[in-house]
C-alpha cells in the first residue's frame, strides 16, 4: 500500500516517512509543496495520504485535496490550526491536530478513522 506524505517541515517530513516505512507501507514522498505532489499522482495514484494544509506563508494543499477527493484517495489533513482553519468544502475530511503521536496515523491509515 502507498501512502503520500505532503509536510512543510523538514524535521516531520523525515519522522512521517521513518514511521511510515516502520508500519511496512510504501512511501510516496514527502513532498514539501503541493505541485510536487501533485505531479507525482499524475505518475501514480496513492491508496492513502497524510497531508499538512498550511504548507508555509501564502501555500496550502487545498488544490491536492481537491485532486484527492476527485481520485477517490483516503487522506487526512494534519495541521496545528484546527479545523476552522480548513475551507467548508473539507469540512468531512478526517483531521490529525499537531501535534500528534505516530500511533494515530498508523490507526487512520489503517481504519481511514482519526
Do not use: C, W
Not at 36 to 42: G, K, L, M, S, Y
Amino acid at each position: 500500500m502507498k501512502v503520500m506524505i505532503v509536510e512543510d517541515d523538514p524535521i516531520l517530513q523525515l519522522d512521517i516517512a521513518d514511521a511510515i516505512r516502520d508500519m511496512g507501507y510504501d512511501l510516496m514522498g514527502p513532498f514539501g509543496g503541493e505541485a510536487q505532489a501533485i505531479a507525482a499522482i499524475d505518475a501514480e495514484v496513492p491508496a492513502a495520504a497524510i497531508i499538512d494544509f498550511n504548507l508555509g506563508p501564502g501555500a496550502d494543499s487545498g488544490r491536492l485535496a481537491a485532486r484527492l477527493v476527485e481520485e477517490g484517495v483516503r487522506f487526512a489533513f494534519v495541521t496545528g490550526h484546527g479545523r476552522d482553519h480548513l475551507p467548508d468544502e473539507f469540512a468531512e475530511v478526517p483531521l490529525i491536530v499537531k501535534p500528534y503521536r505516530m500511533s494515530q496515523l498508523s490507526h487512520f491509515i489503517k481504519t481511514g478513522e482519526v
